[in-house]
């Protein structure tokens, strides 16, 4: 008599409990069409996804509400308008980081060779901004080209908090990855089950072993999501690994696989 739990349909999470302990769905997953595994992926991605992409995304608001802190309160007054820039204060100023290395001088008295003694910095004069990007690449900006432009430290700072618009595409982006990301994957696994199958000679067509290889990649992309959640690096070869961890998913399904064919053929 054919088990029951066999015949139940398996919620979205029951798959994903299935999946981490050894995809035990397995015979579901063969039957089931490779559009349905691959709108598991969707799934999945938008949640684990999303999950990955909140502390980016509370990292970048926090550095945009930041920086529109520090440009209120130590920003001076500005204004490029004709091609020229004015602002506030005594010239030159200097603003330097660890990476960083700005000059401002609207009374163009600094000469550009300032910014031989630094591999990249930024000089900034009445008329233009000359910025070296390395040793061998300088980019000049004539403001002459902004001639149309008025631009003031008020204008930028009523448009800064656009910036946030960003957060958004964070998640987007991160959804993105990890869907088209586990599509990508899965087409190598399928092909790696492939040659498991006719070993086994569990004789499984190549879109039940994209299907297999479509939850195998359920435990890496958990591991994936923990690591971005707490903000732990990704160790060298971690790619490798996360292949390694589907491999062996499919090689455990497909041996299963293969001693329950033997198993019915025994008896």
Known sequence: MEDNTEKRKLSFWMKIVSSVEGIKHYENVLKETTGKAVLYLLLISLLLGALGAIRGAFEVNDGISEFMKVYNDKCPNFELKNGELSVDGSMPIVLEGEDDYVVIDTTNSTDPDVLDSHSKGILILKDKMIQK??????????????????????????????????????????????????????????????????IFKTKLKYGQLYSLSIYALTTPLIITTLFKIFNLEHFSFYWLIYHIIAYAYIGFVLNKLKNSQNNIAIN
């Open 133 to 198: 990007k390395n040793g061998m690449q300088t980019e000049v900006t004539d403001f002459k080209s902004l001639q149309e432009v008025t631009i003031n430290k008020n204008i930028v700072n009523r448009y800064l908090p656009f910036a946030k618009a960003i957060i958004p595409l964070i998640f987007l982006g991160n959804i993105l990855g990890y869907f088209l990301g586990g599509l990508l994957s899965s087409l190598f696994l399928a092909l790696f089950a492939l040659i498991i199958n006719g």
